[in-house]
């Protein structure tokens, strides 16, 4: 085997159109930087409020001026994906403005914890509309194109919940779950025709939404005993692995399972 003359060039994404949802802020805003940064022209989707539009902007302007590799083309676009068809709506829209989408990352998500015996039917369809609807309406509206073209990146960002779901948690644990089967029948599909499909599950992120949890120091400490690696994540923690997954560098990498989470699983 001989030395890569670059073994970086495998990650590069000059020429690819990424779309990733839940992007104006932690984990979406920075699977989003990291793909621009390789190269990737980037959509950046929001929900479509007056602080999402404005967090938004930010990272489209953040892409405009990446020190490392120059002006990235990139746009914001709002799409509320407990709206019926906003998933369909969205892909268009980035279409009609970007004329493909080669790399998608299924970031956009909602959680309400409820206890089991109070989960109410709003709560249970909101998530649901969010987490799979507006999934499945992307994943059927984009993947037959990649595959057309032979070429294609699906990346779910998955959840801890799948595998240890809290007792509130129920509906979003199980809705999460459903997305990583979904990315495990699309990989058997689609996989000989150039498109992987892989599940990023992040583990104990420092986050707005972990934020209750992780600022009580009783329970801090209890999950910070259970990591291996002694520390929570940040949103960077996410950018390499998906970077992997979203390039050429992961080719060979198909219906994986890809846990994020400094060695939580193990126990």
């Given at each position: 085997?001989?030395?890569?003359?670059?073994?970086?060039?495998?990650?590069?994404?000059?020429?690819?159109?990424?779309?990733?949802?839940?992007?104006?802020?932690?984990?979406g805003?920075?699977?989003?930087?990291?793909?621009?940064?390789?190269?990737?022209?980037?959509?950046?989707?929001?929900?479509?409020?007056?602080?999402e539009?404005?967090?938004?902007?930010?990272?489209?302007?953040?892409?405009?001026?990446?020190?490392?590799?120059?002006?990235?083309?990139?746009?914001?676009f709002?799409?509320?994906?407990?709206?019926?068809?906003?998933?369909?709506?969205?892909?268009?829209?980035?279409?009609?403005?970007?004329?493909?989408?080669?790399?998608?990352?299924?970031?956009?998500?909602?959680?309400?914890?409820?206890?089991?015996?109070?989960?109410?039917?709003?709560?249970?369809d909101?998530?649901?509309?969010?987490?799979?609807?507006?999934?499945?309406?992307?994943?059927?509206?984009?993947?037959?194109?990649?595959?057309?073209?032979?070429?294609?990146?699906?990346?779910?960002?998955?959840?801890?919940?799948?595998?240890?779901p809290?007792?509130?948690?129920?509906?979003?644990?199980?809705s999460?779950?459903?997305?990583?089967?979904?990315?495990l029948?699309?990989?058997?599909?689609?996989?000989?025709?150039?498109?992987?499909?892989?599940?990023?599950?992040?583990?104990?992120?420092?986050?707005?939404?972990?934020?209750a949890?992780?600022?009580?120091?009783?329970?801090?400490?209890?999950?910070?005993?259970?990591?291996?690696?002694?520390?929570?994540?940040t949103?960077?923690?996410?950018?390499?692995?998906?970077?992997?997954?979203?390039?050429?560098?992961?080719?060979?990498?198909?219906?994986?399972?890809?846990?994020?989470?400094?060695?939580?699983?193990?126990?």
């Amino acid at each position: 085997m001989s030395v890569l003359a670059d073994p970086f060039a495998s990650f590069r994404l000059d020429g690819r159109t990424a779309l990733v949802t839940g992007a104006r802020r932690e984990i979406g805003r920075a699977i989003a930087l990291a793909l621009g940064g390789a190269g990737a022209r980037v959509a950046v989707h929001h929900a479509g409020g007056e602080e999402e539009a404005a967090d938004a902007a930010k990272v489209v302007a953040a892409l405009a001026t990446s020190p490392l590799e120059g002006p990235v083309a990139s746009a914001a676009f709002a799409a509320d994906f407990s709206v019926a068809d906003a998933g369909t709506a969205l892909a268009r829209d980035v279409m009609a403005a970007f004329g493909r989408i080669d790399i998608l990352v299924l970031n956009a998500s909602v959680e309400i914890p409820q206890p089991f015996e109070e989960i109410s039917a709003d709560a249970f369809d909101k998530q649901i509309a969010v987490n799979l609807r507006a999934t499945l309406d992307l994943l059927q509206a984009l993947v037959p194109a990649m595959a057309a073209r032979g070429w294609g990146r699906v990346v779910t960002i998955g959840s801890v919940q799948e595998s240890w779901p809290a007792p509130t948690m129920l509906v979003y644990a199980g809705s999460k779950s459903m997305q990583h089967t979904w990315a495990l029948a699309l990989a058997r599909q689609y996989g000989a025709r150039g498109v992987t499909v892989n599940n990023l599950a992040p583990g104990a992120i420092e986050t707005a939404r972990n934020k209750a949890q992780l600022s009580d120091p009783a329970s801090r400490a209890w999950l910070l005993e259970r990591i291996p690696a002694r520390r929570f994540g940040t949103p960077d923690d996410l950018a390499g692995a998906a970077l992997l997954l979203c390039s050429d560098a992961g080719a060979y990498i198909n219906g994986a399972h890809l846990q994020a989470d400094g060695g939580r699983m193990l126990g």
